[in-house]
């Protein structure tokens, strides 16, 4: 979008917090709180904790809150009074300091919440948001965005992308309109890229490419009904909702009347009651059944339905995960399998 | 941890066991639990200080459950677990197989009353850091704790990993999956969050056997184990009582006996 | 309609409150605001999700036909906390609806076919819209018949319905109830439907089937189509499975690629066969 890189100081990220904030927006950073680093509001760059290489909770609750409101209701004498979602107290905001998987994950969602009829609610806060992504220097053993099409400095779904240059100054490339408007007015705090800061690529983590979607989704196709596969990949999943929820793809939800409102709130295939019937019949019951679910959903499904991958490859549910179902590890058990 | 793995390769080469549940290398460093059938691969267990899992959560899942008679190989939180769940009623006597590794060998315990002796016998009192964080938390006023724990819950999403990572929490249908009525709230709000982790370590009291898996499993980091653990003080001091001690023994909180003391009843 | 809310209920108002035996229910709906009303169609197969406020909502295909306008109707068992909260509630009272909900019965696609309806308890109300659909077009059709089997006399819903359809010349109307299941004064047959179905022996011939039903007599019911000569494409059936949104975007139907609520719940034994039986 933008064929000029440029260059921009701590301080001058600091002034742009400011600016951005006195434009009405608020701004949700990683943040280090009881060891572990997840999006909250911040006034400043300082407050940002970009070390770690993933946060424990991905950032999608800024477009698809853990609850929120759908509508009001209210009760009397037989009639009933229905009150609808005010969209417009929906804050803008910046979402600073995400990863690019995290900034691609937003397409993902998108697949399934605006999927056949859009969903005003995450529409209305999509487009209220404004992504500031972070390139990566650094992965981990859990990384894997490259093999889902994504990569450590890739911009798809920012609208800025920034890379660390060292002492408190970044990168900038404008990636979208959205992005020009955030700079809007803020040509004094930026400046040309010059000589080495120019080189992106060097700077940026190293990601190596483990599998091709594509033959994942195939083997997984034939692997469906080995029932002995799927029962030894998840022998030791405890169907805790943990992987569902940290995710940045994940979107599965409940609805839940309460007080005069309907809410939207988050639930996980992996429940062990997630697909129960009130008569007591559950399609699922096995634990095999909702981990093969999971994979099948993400790497089958939605390909074909949603023409989109359900994963970009953070890693969070690995790291999240109390007894180590590392999905790349499994991914890759997939794709050498032989039926 | 030799002698752990030659045990268990006997063990399954002669049929004693179908599944020997203990720990694996698994990815970046973490042990992770196995689920061995074949002697052959018995050679993959592990036992260090990286095995901190209670491996005794799986006893109760059907999964594992029906792979048939099992050894778990136990830490000694495992070994507190399964005794309460023995005075549960979920585990019986001599249906399953404790490897209690110890001094470079393993210990076997088929018997209940073996696991009894051995508690007995291990019965760490809470460490320094331990009754340092409870002494902290103790002195907290309790509107210092209310403020406490609104905060820390504000980061709860209902995920359960708590209740899936606890052995005690073995409810085919939890009290949160019920909606007629619909006790404790979905949704993942202010009260919703209070009324869920407050809720369970109150079913916990009496029960929790302090492995603090909970703390562990959960990906917001609350320090879920202090309610535990105050509650497990709370009921040791007005019952004189401490779970996950003998095979069969009354619920604290649901045993009635006409001489209780009742002057708190004004 | 206007852009609105997918997840939002229009509110119903209940004309008619039908208790079609102990613990099973039909209502009879109409939209509060009448231009919604006037603007709403939909087509055979398709459902909806019924609010009671505070509860939450079910999913009920639309019982009614297509072809009678004004009102819709939905028939229910009392199984959980929102159905029974609905059977509490009485005419004049607020209801909400969202839908016309998934896909349709393929009454074009039959056109000049015969047609048979194999309906077990509960599920007579899914294909109650477009059995009455096809009626209001009788000469589109050949011949018309219905199976329809309970447990017990007691279970029979839309008593007065089946009494029309019995009488009708251009319908073959077969009820029955299981073994031990009748009255003295039981006139219909007696035995499980696919047996009663084995003894009719409809011709296959030009012919498509729709079967709803309890797992267990869809399930025995489909080798004896089979038998009949009736192809997997030309079998139909409805599916269920627990839904919240009912328009493809909460993951709880999902069964294989499919969502019931989306791909569904009109199905085909073809489209069975190649799908995981998670439902």
Same mark, same amino acid.
């Given at each position: ?47 940002? =904790? ?92 859990? =990384? ?32 979208? %309109? ?78 839940? %009347? ?82 | ?25 698994? /990815? ?152 007629? &009525? ?32 909970? /703390?562990?499993?959960?990906? !917001?980091?609350? &320090? ?15 019952? !004189? ?26 | ?23 099973? *229910? ?57 159905? *029974? ?42 294909? *109650? ?17 219905? @199976?329809?089997?309970?447990?017990? @006399? ?38 499980? @439907? ?29 080798? @004896? ?55």
């Amino acid at each position: 979008m933008d064929n000029e890189l440029r260059s921009i100081d701590h301080e001058g990220l600091g002034t742009l917090f400011s600016r951005w904030r006195a434009g009405g927006r608020r701004i949700l950073a990683p943040r280090r709180e009881n060891e572990k680093t997840d999006f909250a509001e911040v006034q400043a760059p300082g407050e940002a =904790c970009l070390d770690p290489v993933q946060t424990a909770q991905s950032a999608k609750s800024a477009v698809f809150p853990r609850v929120e409101e759908l509508f009001a209701y209210r009760r009397r004498d037989g009639l009933v009074e229905l009150r609808e979602r005010d969209l417009a107290d929906l804050p803008a905001t910046v979402l600073f300091g995400v990863r690019p998987c995290d900034a691609a994950a937003l397409a993902g969602l998108a697949a399934i919440l605006n999927w056949d009829t859009a969903d005003r609610l995450f529409s209305a806060r999509r487009e209220k948001l404004a992504v500031v992504a972070v390139s990566c220097t650094r992965s981990d053993e859990r =990384c894997f965005c490259t093999s889902v099409g994504g990569g450590p400095g890739a911009r798809t779904g920012s609208d800025l992308l920034l890379t660390d240059l060292g002492g408190g100054g970044y990168l900038v490339e404008t990636v979208s %309109d959205r992005g020009r408007a955030l700079l809007a007015g803020a040509e004094d705090l930026l400046r040309p890229a010059a000589g080495r800061e120019k080189d992106k690529e060097s700077r940026l983590a190293r990601v190596e490419k483990r599998f091709d979607p594509e033959r994942v989704r195939a083997a997984l196709q034939s692997l469906f009904d080995d029932e002995v596969f799927w029962t030894e990949q998840s022998l030791r999943c405890l169907g805790c909702g943990a992987c569902a929820y940290v995710c940045p793809t994940c979107a599965c939800f409940d609805i839940q %009347d309460e007080d005069g409102r309907r809410l939207r709130c988050w639930d996980s295939c992996g429940h062990a009651l997630f697909t129960l019937h009130t008569s007591g019949h559950n399609p699922r019951p096995l634990q095999s059944q909702r981990w093969r679910q999971r994979l099948m959903h993400k790497f089958s499904y939605m390909p074909e339905r949603q023409e989109a991958l359900g994963c970009v490859g953070c890693g969070r549910c690995s790291r999240a995960c109390p007894v180590d179902m590392d999905i790349l590890e499994h991914l890759l058990a997939v794709a050498e399998a032989k039926p | 941890m030799e002698a752990l793995r030659n045990k268990a390769r006997e063990l399954l080469a002669a049929g004693t066991v179908k599944v020997v549940i203990g720990y694996e290398r698994g /990815s970046a460093g973490a042990a992770r639990a196995v689920f061995v059938r074949d002697a052959a691969r018995a050679g993959s267990l592990i036992f260090d200080e990286t095995c901190r899992q209670n491996l005794a959560v799986y006893l109760m899942k059907p999964e594992v459950r029906r792979l048939g008679k099992a050894a778990l190989v136990a830490a000694p939180a495992a070994l507190r677990t399964v005794l309460q769940l023995a005075a549960e009623n979920q585990v019986q006597d001599g249906g399953l197989l404790l490897l209690a590794p110890e001094n470079g060998g393993v210990a076997v315990l088929a018997e209940l009353s073996a696991v009894e002796a051995r508690v007995a016998a291990q019965d760490p009192e809470p460490g320094r850091e331990e009754r340092e964080e409870l002494a902290r938390y103790e002195a907290m006023t309790l509107e210092q704790r209310r403020d406490f724990w609104q905060e820390q819950f504000a980061r709860c999403s209902k995920c359960y990993a708590c209740r899936a990572a606890c052995p005690l929490c073995y409810c085919a249908r939890c009290t949160v999956e019920c909606n007629q &009525p619909q006790w404790i709230p979905v949704p993942a709000h202010d009260l919703g969050n209070l009324e869920w982790n407050v809720m369970r370590a109150m079913h916990l009291a009496g029960r929790c056997i302090d492995c603090g898996d909970c /703390s562990r499993a959960c990906p !917001a980091g609350i &320090p879920l184990h202090l309610l535990n653990r105050k509650l497990i003080a709370v009921v040791r001091g007005s019952f !004189a009582f401490r779970a996950g001690r003998a095979a069969k023994s009354d619920n604290a909180l649901s045993t009635f006996r006409p001489d209780d003391p009742e002057d708190f009843i004004r | 309609m206007s852009e609105r809310d997918i997840l939002q209920p229009l509110p119903m108002r209940i004309e008619k409150v039908t208790a079609e035996t102990p613990d099973v *229910r039909t209502l009879r709906l109409a939209f509060a605001d009448e231009a919604q009303g006037k603007a709403f169609a939909f087509r055979a197969g398709q459902f909806g999700e019924y609010s009671v406020f505070g509860e939450g909502e079910c999913t009920f295909c639309i019982a009614s036909p297509p072809t009678r306008r004004g009102y819709i109707e939905c028939t229910f068992r009392q199984a959980g906390r929102v159905t *029974r909260a609905l059977a509490d509630l009485e005419t004049g009272e607020t209801i909400g609806f969202r839908g016309p909900f998934g896909n349709v019965f393929p009454i074009d696609d039959w056109r000049g076919k015969s047609l048979l309806f194999i309906a077990g308890g509960i599920a007579l109300p899914p294909m *109650r819209s477009v059995i009455w659909n096809v009626l209001d077009l009788r000469d589109r059709y050949r011949d018309i018949t219905i @199976v329809y089997g309970v447990r017990t @006399v007691a279970d029979l819903v839309y008593k007065d319905e089946l009494a029309g359809w019995g009488k009708r010349p251009d319908v073959r109307l077969v009820t029955t109830v299981d073994p031990g299941g009748e009255t003295p004064d039981w006139t219909g047959e007696t035995g499980f @439907v696919p047996a009663v179905l084995d003894k009719l022996a409809p011709s296959s011939r030009d012919a498509v089937a729709v079967v709803c039903g309890p797992p267990v007599m869809i399930k025995f019911t489909f080798p @004896v189509l089979a038998r009949l000569g009736f192809a997997p494409e030309n079998v139909f059936t409805t599916l269920e499975n627990r839904m919240k949104c009912g328009v493809g975007k909460c993951g709880r139907c999902n069964t294989g690629k499919y969502y019931v609520c989306k791909d569904g719940p009109v199905f085909t034994f073809a489209q069975l066969k190649g799908m995981p039986q998670e439902y």
